[in-house]
């Protein structure tokens, strides 16, 4: 099944190659543009289900991913297991719930996200589930590049494994060879 994840993510030209920044502030020669896949609902619809049976024996109550890309995958995942789904915005160094999202003490929340590299952006919404007074029961991504694997101390499901180098910016070849820096992500 791996092979034709892959096969998804290089038909939509979502891995590209050069000199990144990524959100985490890593460098790296490979960067995943996410937002190309979430054009294709299609494809959305295939990796969702993906993680949806992972998660499908929980008793989840809600989906929640952070916004931006996160927004897609909670509302998907959630249609599949006839759930609620929500997202966390920025606030700040935070993630919060506005907007209404009416999370209640002992609530099972079923964490999405797009594309993990350390999992920041992951343990921000967990800890914005704890913070709303939820229990964070699982997380599901649509590819973990992290280098050694996340340990979010909850279950985790990733639609695709795949390991990038990444640099610290002191650290980072590309620099030393003076290849121009790009940000594309936010």
Same mark, same amino acid.
């Given at each position: ?34 937002f190309r896949i979430l054009q294709y609902p299609k ?16 008793? @989840? ?5 952070? /916004?931006? %890309?996160?927004? *897609?995958? !909670? ?7 006839? &759930? ?40 921000? @919404? ?5 913070? /709303?007074? %939820?229990?964070? *029961?699982? !997380? ?7 280098? &050694? ?21 002191e650290e980072c070849p ?13």
């Amino acid at each position: 099944m791996s092979e034709q994840v892959l096969k998804l993510f290089k038909d939509t030209g979502v891995i590209m190659e050069g000199h990144f920044l990524l959100t985490s502030g890593l460098h790296s020669p490979v960067y995943w543009e996410k937002f190309r896949i979430l054009q294709y609902p299609k494809h959305i619809e295939i990796l969702c289900r993906m993680i949806a049976d992972r998660f499908k024996k929980e008793k @989840v109550e809600w989906v929640a991913g952070p /916004a931006m %890309g996160g927004i *897609i995958l !909670a509302y998907e995942v959630a249609k599949i297991l006839g &759930v609620r789904g929500i997202y966390a915005e920025k606030e700040g160094n935070d993630r919060v719930f506005r907007r209404g999202h009416p999370i209640i003490a002992g609530d099972s929340v079923l964490i999405v996200d797009d594309i993990v590299t350390t999992g920041g952006s992951v343990i921000e @919404v967990i800890k914005a589930v704890q913070k /709303a007074g %939820g229990n964070a *029961i699982g !997380a599901g991504v649509l590819v973990d590049r992290s280098s &050694v694997g996340i340990d979010l101390e909850i279950p985790f499901f990733s639609c695709l494994r795949t390991t990038t180098k990444t640099y610290k910016p002191e650290e980072c070849p590309l620099c030393k060879q003076g290849i121009p820096l790009v940000r594309l992500g936010g």
